[in-house]
Antibody, heavy 115, light 106 residues
Framework: QVQLQLWGAGLLKPSETLSLSCAVYGGSLTGYYWNWIRQSPGKGLEWIGEISQSGSTNYNPSLKSRVTMSVDRSKNQFSLNLSSVTVADTAVYFC?????????WGQGKTVTVSS | EIVLTQSPDFQSVTPKEKVTITCRASQDIATRLHWYHQKPGQSPKLLIKYASQSIPGVPSRFSGSGSGTEFTLTINGLEAEDAATYYCHQTSLGPLTFGGGTKVEI
């Protein structure tokens, strides 16, 4: 059974960089897109972007200027950096695997941006 | 960007009832439409992929239909554990997008 474990800082100040990583257990990075999704308090789901095991990326244009994704094949994990955060970036962040739909998800990480 | 519009926003139902949720896409997405539900404090869970394909381990009371711009998720014989928010999601064209959600309350 594939498991995704997500970690990173949970409290940031405005203008800092959000950094999250997601480790994949029980499966390979190969053959899938690895996604980041967020959910603002009480709101719906927003797609941030995705990366393949080869490093090919697709980003949401609304966040593209601030997003960087990377993959570490040796550690079987992938990462998200979101720069210049504001309070609007406060959300629960999820990582997920996409072969077609998003079939395996990490547990979610609450990230709060506050001065 | 492809906009997905779900209806209704909220539905209050009783156990064993049949529930139908609709998702309309702003342009043709063929069958690249997937359904999830999310319970409070949990990650979303994939219920149906490619509009109508079942997922191993998901109860057979969940089914999907549609293509193009109109899609339906049906729950036949709702159970108490199905109380959740339901989302549709398209992977036809970037950026990937989600519907606004339908909250199903028992």
């Amino acid at each position: 059974q594939v498991q995704l474990q997500l970690w990173g800082a949970g409290l940031l100040k405005p203008s800092e960089t959000l950094s999250l990583s997601c480790a994949v257990y029980g499966g390979s990075l190969t053959g899938y897109y690895w996604n980041w999704i967020r959910q603002s308090p009480g709101k719906g789901l927003e797609w941030i972007g995705e990366i393949s095991q080869s490093g090919s990326t697709n980003y949401n244009p609304s966040l593209k200027s601030r997003v960087t994704m990377s993959v570490d094949r040796s550690k079987n994990q992938f990462s998200l950096n979101l720069s210049s955060v504001t309070v609007a970036d406060t959300a629960v962040y999820f990582c997920a695997r996409r072969p077609d739909g998003l079939d395996f998800w990490g547990q979610g990480k609450t990230v709060t941006v506050s001065s | 960007e492809i906009v997905l519009t779900q209806s209704p926003d909220f539905q209050s139902v009783t156990p064993k009832e049949k529930v139908t949720i609709t998702c309309r896409a702003s342009q043709d997405i063929a069958t690249r439409l997937h359904w999830y539900h999310q319970k409070p404090g949990q990650s979303p869970k994939l219920l149906i992929k490619y509009a109508s394909q079942s997922i191993p381990g998901v109860p057979s009371r969940f089914s999907g239909s549609g293509s193009g711009t109109e899609f339906t998720l049906t729950i036949n014989g709702l159970e108490a554990e199905d109380a959740a928010t339901y989302y549709c999601h398209q992977t036809s064209l970037g950026p990937l997008t989600f519907g606004g959600g339908t909250k199903v309350e028992i």
